[in-house]
């Protein structure tokens, strides 16, 4: 199931076209909320860092387990509850309906990256919290997940998305630091994808 960008959007993103890296097998980018929002953006500024026919990007507000399965690597773009999830175009409920489909992915063989949009100045004791809501579904079913980033890099004081010390994913603030994102997206893609397969 691939997606094109919808008519409203800013700019085309048309399917996928079916040409393969011969070096990593392609990427499914797994987002929501979608329809506008800032998860919806950040992703397709992923894919675009990484490249357009190196990645499918879905919805997750449609998406089953059939489809992850068609994957060995694995973005996740999540969004934790926080100003987005008030007051955004999008209502709730995308990834409230697709954790049920992890319960019935088989990750074993699957490398796995997530991101999370953040509110560090409104939300700070909750700063990326879906990170650590995801990786509670991922880990007991052996997903191999990277993609850990220093919690150095940004100013919060509590969050449920660090594990050993490190974000298991990339925090990304779209509402107080934007002008960071690209930075941050290309660094964290330096060290994603050599690890996948």
């Known amino acids: 199931m691939y997606f094109a960008k919808s008519k409203e959007k800013s700019h085309d993103w048309l399917p996928y076209n ?18 506008g929002s800032s998860t919806e953006k950040v992703a397709y500024q992923v894919a675009e860092q990484i490249g357009e026919n190196k990645v499918d990007l879905i919805p997750v507000k449609n998406a089953t387990f059939r489809d992850l399965n068609k994957y060995s690597n694995l973005i996740f773009g999540i969004s934790t509850v926080g100003k987005e999830t008030w007051d955004g175009e999008a209502p709730p409920g995308d990834w409230d309906q ?43 079913r052996k997903a191999k997940i990277v993609g850990y980033v220093n919690t150095e890099e940004y100013d919060f004081e509590e969050s449920q998305g660090i594990y050993e010390g490190k974000f298991i994913g990339l925090p990304i603030d779209e509402d107080f630091e934007a002008h960071l994102t690209d930075e941050r997206i290309r660094k964290w893609l330096d060290k994603i994808l050599p690890q996948f397969v």
């Open 18 to 35: 079916g040409v393969k890296s011969t070096k990593m097998k392609t990427i499914g980018i797994f987002y929501g909320p979608a329809e």
């Open 98 to 140: 697709f954790r049920m489909e992890l319960d019935r992915t088989d990750f074993q063989d699957k490398v796995v990256a997530m991101f999370s949009l953040g509110d560090h100045i409104t939300y700070p004791k909750h700063f990326a919290d879906a990170l650590g809501t995801l990786a509670e579904k991922l880990l007991p």
